[in-house]
């Protein structure tokens, strides 16, 4: 069956990027302003959305402590609107092929046989490194990185190793802090190694928080906007004396 035939309409993985709205893809601004539904994420900001003006829009943020069930409603509702819309997007924060539950969504759409285009997105420790001005690689320091969480599995975090590479980014990380230091300490990374904290990026409100490993096993506190925790050598300020 050729697209236009299909009885559905087409879907758009698109990554809105880590919040400012100039910060998404051409590509992904030019199909939010032909989008006739757009389904979106919590942290997906208004100015955002106001790109596709032209579009319905639905929320589709979880509520936490109903993820799995939340996550087949979304399936479910991604479904419904490519039956009912030709231009479906589904806007994520970042990217949305990084902690955005994109394979639940691509495995209900293939089933069904739905058309589907991802649009990469800046993911928010890319975002975080030009915020901060930190290279998450540094020669001779860092080599290699992590992107990970412990969200998968909240309620095992205690049991989940901590990956071995020079630069650690943690997403979801904010309630972890404390059993992430611990766990590194324990690891034998050094008290002292660099720790930055990034809440909010790229929106009006970021908040950037420079500590120590010592620091972060004290715990980060209540926070209200989304925290990216960054952590290792390459992280440590510049010295810029001469
Ligand atoms: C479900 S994950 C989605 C990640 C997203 N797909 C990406 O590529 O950035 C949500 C987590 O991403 C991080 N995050 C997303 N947007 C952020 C922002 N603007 N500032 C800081 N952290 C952010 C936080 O760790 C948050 O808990």
């Not at 035939?5 to 698109?14: A, E, F, H, N, Q």
């Amino acid at each position: 069956m050729s697209p236009s035939s299909s009885r559905y309409g087409k879907v758009y993985l698109i990554g809105a990027g880590p919040g400012a709205t100039d910060l998404i893809t051409v590509r992904g601004a030019r199909l939010l302003a032909q989008a006739d539904v757009v389904l979106h994420d919590a942290l997906v900001t208004d100015d955002m959305l106001a790109l596709a003006p032209q579009a319905d829009k639905i929320p589709v943020g979880k509520r936490s402590g109903q993820r799995s069930t939340a996550q087949l409603a979304i399936n479910q509702l991604l479904i419904e609107c490519a039956e009912k819309y030709r231009k479906v997007v589904r806007l994520k924060g970042g990217d949305p092929m990084l902690f955005g539950r994109a394979d639940e969504e691509l495995q209900a759409l293939e089933t069904h046989g739905i058309d589907v285009e991802i649009v990469p997105g800046i993911t928010t420790a890319f975002a975080a490194a030009a915020a901060t001005q930190q290279p998450l690689t540094k020669r001779g320091v860092a080599r290699s990185i992590a992107f990970f969480t412990s969200a998968t599995a909240p309620q095992h975090a205690d049991e989940l190793a901590m990956p071995d590479s020079d630069t650690l980014i943690q997403y979801m990380g904010g309630r972890e802090a404390v059993v992430t230091a611990k766990k590194l300490i324990a690891q034998g990374r050094p008290l002292d190694l660099p720790v930055i904290i990034v809440e909010n990026c790229s929106l009006p409100d970021q908040m950037i928080t420079r500590m120590q490993l010592r620091d972060l096993e004290q715990g980060l506190g209540e926070r209200k906007g989304p925290v990216l925790v960054m952590i290792g050598a390459a992280m440590a300020a510049r010295d810029t004396e001469s």
